[in-house]
């Protein structure tokens, strides 16, 4: 599954494109500012139908423009590829695909699954436990086909539990949702908790590469007390939930943390370090994956040989490689990036938010 087709309008400082890519490596060159992240961040809006630089997607809409657009050409197995389309206004969002309207976000899900690392974005380190179970279900979306409906009945059962809860209706009101709650809250915990222990190996795996010598450990914590019954804990903070108008407890506070040796990542190692731990967690995501026969897409890499030496990136691009997926990646200059190894990679070079391919 790869973007071979993407026309760009009014997007950041890109006024229009039409683009043609590689199924393999795509190298983006030019200037600072001039315009390679905001190809990626479009990049990503078509998959993810948000930005990777802001929680404002209508920032992206060109100064002076009322909307942009992006229709992308995604191919599929069996030599098909179907068209995406998404049309952003201030006051609002359009999206196509195949031909056809979608009025719910996650039925885009496993269409063209991207992954980022930019300095533009935040990462499992710095971005907090909501990006971290944000990663999580994303991953899971791909993986698991059961899940998004379960992740579904439970966010549905806990805003009509917290809606409860701030209209103050009685102990019978608010334990009404507790059922549904509870046992789609233990089911998603049981795929969250499954789903890393199987990405485990491959994070070792990744990390022993990048990092030699490092022991690296995933600390998982469900969003209740450890040894705890989850209907137990609502029960017990039931009178406090209600004063604060939400619920305190469930898995829409789960978190769970990288450890080098014992250690905090962000704490106790290098920005250089931290770098390859976080590409290191997306490769090992897309490995999974791979062995979940789930879809491929696009791997987005963002001015990668900042903070990263010419050892550590080309390790990365080789494990990308061998995945056999779709790879974006911006630099300055055409040398960082050593593209010897690929076959059929593409050139593009950004001026002002001109984007050309390069021979």
Same mark, same amino acid.
């Given at each position: 599954m790869a973007l071979l087709l993407f026309e760009i309008q009014d997007f950041r400082n890109i006024q229009h494109s039409s683009l043609a890519f590689s199924p393999g490596l795509n190298l983006i060159t030019g200037k600072n500012a001039a315009g390679k992240t905001s190809l990626l961040e479009a990049i990503y809006c078509l998959g993810r139908v948000r930005s990777f630089r802001t929680s404002d997607s209508g920032q992206s809409i060109r100064y002076g423009q009322a909307?942009?657009?992006?229709?992308?050409r995604v191919g599929q197995d069996g030599g098909r590829s179907i068209p995406i389309g998404i049309e952003r206004q201030p006051a609002g969002l359009r999206v196509h695909l195949?031909?056809?309207a979608?009025?719910?976000?996650s039925d885009l899900a496993g269409r063209f699954p991207v992954q980022v690392f930019s300095a533009d974005t935040p990462t499992i380190l710095n971005g907090g436990p909501r990006y971290r179970r944000q990663a999580l279900d994303w991953a899971?979306? +791909?993986v698991e086909q059961a899940y998004r409906e379960i992740w579904q009945r439970y966010s549905r059962a806990l805003r009509q539990r917290n809606a409860a809860l701030r209209t103050q209706q009685t102990a019978a009101g608010i334990h009404a949702w507790d059922a549904e709650l509870v046992e789609a809250a233990e089911r998603m915990d049981q795929f969250r908790s499954a789903y890393l222990e199987f990405l485990t190996p491959h994070l070792l795996q990744e990390i022993g590469n990048l990092l030699p010598g490092a022991e690296l450990s995933i600390r998982y914590q469900p969003g209740w007390p450890a040894n705890t019954i989850l209907?137990?804990?609502l029960a017990k903070a039931l009178?406090?939930?209600?004063?604060?108008g939400f619920t305190q407890f469930g898995p829409h506070r789960a978190d769970f943390s990288l450890l080098i040796d014992g +250690?905090?990542?962000?704490? +106790?190692c290098s920005r250089g370090q931290q770098k390859a731990v976080t590409v290191g967690f997306l490769l090992a995501q897309v490995k999974l994956q791979r062995d979940r026969a789930a879809p491929m897409g696009a791997f987005l890499l963002d001015d990668?040989?900042?903070e990263l030496d010419a050892g550590h990136r080309a390790l990365i691009l080789n494990a990308l490689r061998e995945l056999d997926t779709q790879v974006f990646v911006t630099a300055i200059e055409d040398a960082d990036i050593n593209a010897a190894d690929w076959e059929d990679a593409r050139r593009f070079h950004v001026e002002h938010g001109d984007i050309h391919e390069a021979q």
């Open positions: 909307a942009y657009r992006l229709v992308g195949d031909g056809q979608i009025k719910r976000l899971l979306f +791909h209907s137990e804990v009178e406090k939930d209600r004063v604060r +250690h905090g990542v962000s704490a +106790h990668l040989s900042s």
